[in-house]
C-alpha cells in the first residue's frame, strides 16, 4: 500500500509565476489536509478537503491560493502569482475519515523555493 | 483558539539514557486526541505516538511513552533508551475539531554517542 505521494519534490519559481503542489492520499483515504512549514517553525494548517468538498479553509490565506481534491486525480495546492514569503514546505495529509481522533498519514513535501 | 507550547527548543540526551520533552497545550474541545510526531532531517513527518483525551491510562509504544495530565493540558513525551536514530525535530500536536492537527514549534533533540 503506497504512501502519500507528493510531486514535484522540490518546486522552484520566479516572483509572480504559478506554483502547482499535488497530492495523492493514500489508498482508501478520502480526507486530505495541507500544511506549510516555514524554516525553523513547526507546520501550521492552511486547508482540509474532502473528495469535491472543501470542509474547512481557515488556515488559508485569503488571496492567490487556492486547493481542490476532484472525484478523479490528485489534491492540487495552487499559488498564484508566489512571493518569496511563500517559500516554505508544502505538506500533504491524508486520513481515512474526519475527525481529531484518527492519525494523518504525510506525505515527503515539497519544498516551494521562490527567486 | 488553540494553542500548543513546547518551551524547549533544544535538547540533548546521552545514548542509552532517558529524556522528557515537555508540550503544553490550549484547547476548549472535550473529546481530543493528542499526538507527537517526529521529523528526521529527511523532513518526513512519522507519528511517534498518539494519546486518547478521554483515556486516564498514558500511552505507550515501545521506548516512548507519554505523561498526559489533561486537567494541567500537558502532554510530555519521554523517551527511554535513546538511540542515535531518535535524534530529530519532535512535535507535539493535539486535535482540532475538523481533524486539522495544531502543531507546537517543534524540540530539536541531538542524541551523543
Known amino acids: 500500500n503506497a504512501g502519500v505521494m507528493q510531486n514535484p519534490r522540490h518546486l522552484v519559481r520566479r516572483r509572480g509565476q504559478e506554483a502547482r503542489l499535488r497530492c495523492s492520499p493514500m489508498k482508501g483515504h478520502s480526507h486530505v489536509y495541507w500544511y506549510r512549514q516555514l524554516p525553523e517553525e513547526g507546520l501550521k494548517f492552511m486547508v482540509y478537503?474532502?473528495?469535491?468538498?472543501?470542509?474547512?479553509e481557515s488556515g488559508m490565506p485569503k488571496e492567490r491560493f487556492s486547493a481542490e481534491f476532484p472525484k478523479e486525480g490528485p489534491s492540487i495546492l495552487r499559488i498564484q502569482q508566489v512571493v518569496r514569503g511563500d517559500s516554505a514546505a508544502y505538506f500533504c495529509?491524508?486520513?481515512?475519515?474526519?475527525?481529531?481522533?484518527?492519525?494523518?498519514?504525510f506525505g515527503p513535501g515539497t519544498r516551494l523555493t521562490v527567486t | 483558539a488553540q494553542t500548543v507550547t513546547q518551551s524547549q527548543p533544544e535538547m540533548s540526551v546521552q545514548e542509552a539514557e532517558t529524556v522528557t520533552l515537555s508540550c503544553t497545550y490550549d484547547t476548549s474541545e472535550s473529546d481530543y486526541y493528542l499526538f507527537w510526531y517526529k521529523q528526521p532531517p529527511s523532513r518526513q513527518m512519522i507519528l511517534v505516538i498518539r494519546q486518547e483525551a478521554y483515556k486516564q491510562q498514558n500511552a505507550t509504544e515501545n521506548r516512548f511513552s507519554v505523561n498526559f495530565q489533561k486537567a494541567a493540558k500537558s502532554f510530555s513525551l519521554k523517551i527511554s533508551d535513546s538511540q542515535l536514530g531518535d535524534a530529530a525535530m519532535y512535535f507535539c500536536a493535539p486535535g482540532g475539531s475538523q481533524g486539522n492537527l495544531i502543531f507546537g514549534k517543534g524540540t530539536k533533540l541531538s542524541v551523543k554517542p
Open positions: 495529509a491524508s486520513s481515512p475519515t474526519s475527525g481529531g481522533n484518527y492519525e494523518q498519514y
Open positions: 478537503l474532502q473528495k469535491e468538498n472543501i470542509i474547512d
